[in-house]
């Protein structure tokens, strides 16, 4: 448990020196069981936990909308967005987009979760959920990794604020 701190520095400080550093984008998925329609959302905030078992994280705001159906969620997809995808990361980013699974391509997964196409995507996590841990403002959200495939994509990189568009072809195949 930690106890009450005061920062020397400002939030505005603090999220400038996090911009410093570069994160993938993602868009994690699953289905409302309230009115079985699709609900998703755009992430910078996923990586990998373990090999042994298969673990993956991301984390969900407190203040979000979707906290609850996220939280009560049996299984969700992670998709790590392709470079060419900045339009639909921020189709899932905005609360202005009425249906965010309108004109895109997906189906229902096997777990009744909708699962992007991937033709969007550098790799693909379905998931089952398997711990959750409140951190701050957020909550860390732990998945075990039932399926996951990827492309040769290159992935779409967040950094300082922006999409970050420099060409890391190098490391393509």
């Known amino acids: 448990m930690s106890t009450k701190r005061t920062a020397d520095f400002t939030d505005k400080d ?5 911009g410093r550093f570069a994160t993938g984008v993602a868009i994690v998925t699953t289905t409302n069981p309230d009115t079985g329609k699709p609900v998703g959302l755009t992430v910078s905030s996923f990586n990998s936990v373990s090999l042994e078992p298969p673990l993956v994280l991301w984390c969900l705001r407190l203040a979000s909308y979707n906290l ?7 299984h969700y997809n992670i998709h790590i967005l392709a470079n060419d995808q900045i339009d639909l990361a921020m189709q899932f980013s905005t ?10 391509d997906w189906e229902m997964s096997e777990t009744n979760t909708p699962l992007l196409s991937a033709k969007y995507c ?3 996590f379905e998931c089952a959920s398997e711990q959750q841990h409140p951190a ?6 732990v998945g075990y990794v039932e399926r996951c495939e990827h492309t040769n994509k290159l992935p ?3 950094h300082a604020g922006t999409f970050d568009l420099t060409p890391t072809s190098r490391f393509a195949k």
């Open 14 to 18: 603090f999220r400038l020196a996090l």
């Open 68 to 74: 609850p159906v996220f939280k009560n969620a049996r």
């Open 95 to 104: 609360a202005k987009v009425p249906d965010r699974f309108a004109d895109i």
């Open 122 to 124: 550098a790799a693909i």
């Open 136 to 141: 701050g403002d957020h909550l860390i959200m």
């Open 156 to 158: 779409l990189v967040f």
